[in-house]
């Protein structure tokens, strides 16, 4: 199978992480290697492609500016750092495009930015607009205001949200490692690069290091579930290198990276959004009968749910699992987790008589739910 080219598309999103971005010893910016990737962003901008930045290094840079410690931060220690960091951050990047007389714009979100649907097409029309103007969106988590409780977690899952809200049909995810391993290759020298993952399944998840493994840290487990919100939107990711400099012409003439291609239906708006936007507030484990009916276009009937995990309120997104433990969809759920909880196993005809009001037919609606699994 032939490796697609990034000149093909029309639309990319490309993510940087502090490391590539900022020296961790001096605490100062990469500027050359900023500059080769300015140029490499302007060289696909001048053909017409349209280019969005996904970049960390706030806390990186305002921290050497405000003299904080090496070593973990207090939380108010590392919003202090980011408001500092974020001017120094966006500065370098006005600077830097600049030079190609691009203009960059400036997009700090926050967790409730992609999963609110209000504030999530709030942020889609900036993007959207900015790209109009011919501008370089530059997006960052805004670190200032963000808790453990109301961040992403990680730039990658952030990036392929980003990708998924602009309806992008390319990702890179610039790494410290130029692509995925058939182990890690810091402890396996027999490991082999698979240059392209034609489906993010449980085998490719396995690959990345489950959860309770020391690989699954962050690093690549996170890139692959990156992979599974930016495919199953439609979208090409790639995973290069990022440690040497001018990293998309090196992929372009013939570098080491992975691919992942997309699903062959990219989703429509809505789907989009359920699918690799909204955060999950709990998990629906369903028969085989279910999830076989799920499969074949149905909705999912409370006589098919055998159990209810977590706490959400109507409307909010859920994960559907086969007996089998292995995610099968996700969907916005038409009850909360009580009423759910009560109606499992009830044919519909009955959902009146247990919750004491003429209830929707179905936990969710074929409309609401979309499928996720291999």
């Given at each position: 199978m032939t490796a697609p080219s990034l000149a093909s598309f029309n639309r990319i999103v490309v993510k940087i992480g502090s490391a590539l971005l900022v020296d961790q010893v001096a605490?100062?910016?990469?500027?050359?290697?900023?500059?080769?990737?300015?140029s490499d962003l302007a060289r696909h901008a001048a053909r017409g492609a349209e280019v969005i930045v996904v970049s960390s290094g706030a806390i990186a840079l305002g921290r050497t500016v405000l003299g904080l410690p090496?070593?973990?931060?207090?939380?108010?220690d590392s919003q202090a750092a980011a408001a500092v960091g974020q001017i120094a951050l966006a500065r370098a990047w006005s600077e830097v495009l600049g030079v190609h007389d691009i203009t960059a714009g400036q997009l700090l979100l926050t967790l409730g930015d992609t999963e609110e649907r209000r504030r999530y097409l709030n942020a889609r029309a900036t993007?959207?607009?900015?790209?109009?103007?011919?501008?370089?969106?530059?997006v960052n988590e805004n670190d200032t205001v963000a808790t453990s409780?109301?961040?992403?977690?990680?730039?990658?899952?952030?990036?392929?949200?980003?990708?998924?809200?602009?309806?992008?049909?390319?990702l890179v995810l610039l790494s410290d490692i130029d692509g995925l391993y058939t182990a890690p290759p810091a402890q396996d020298p027999t490991a082999t690069l698979i240059p392209i993952v034609e489906r993010v399944n449980a085998s490719v998840e396995a690959i990345a290091g489950g959860a309770a493994s020391e690989f699954s840290r962050g690093g690549m487990r996170t890139k692959v579930e990156a992979a599974r919100i930016a495919t199953g939107a439609g979208i090409h990711m790639m995973i290069a290198s990022g440690k040497v400099e001018s990293p998309l012409s090196v992929v372009e003439q013939g570098g080491r990276c992975t691919w992942f291609l997309p699903h062959d239906n990219p989703a429509q708006s809505r789907k989009r959004w359920i699918a690799g936007v909204l955060a999950p507030r709990g998990e629906i484990h369903v028969d085989a009968g279910a999830a076989s009916a799920l499969n074949r276009g149905r909705s999912l009937l409370p006589a098919g749910v055998v159990r209810v995990d977590g706490h959400f309120s109507r409307g909010e997104a859920v994960i559907v699992r086969a007996p089998d433990g292995v995610e099968v969809a996700r969907g916005l759920v038409s009850y909360d987790s009580g009423d759910a909880n009560r109606l499992r196993g009830k044919p519909t005809a009955e959902i009146e008589q247990v919750l004491g009001f003429k209830g929707?037919?179905?936990?969710?609606?074929?409309?609401?739910?979309?499928l996720t699994g291999a």
């Open positions: 605490g100062a910016l990469k500027r050359r290697w900023l500059e080769s990737l300015a090496r070593g973990p931060l207090r939380l108010e993007l959207a607009r900015l790209l109009a103007l011919k501008a370089v969106p530059v409780e109301i961040r992403y977690g990680d730039n990658d899952r952030l990036a392929a949200r980003v990708a998924s809200m602009a309806s992008a049909d390319c929707r037919p179905a936990i969710i609606h074929r409309d609401d739910l979309v």
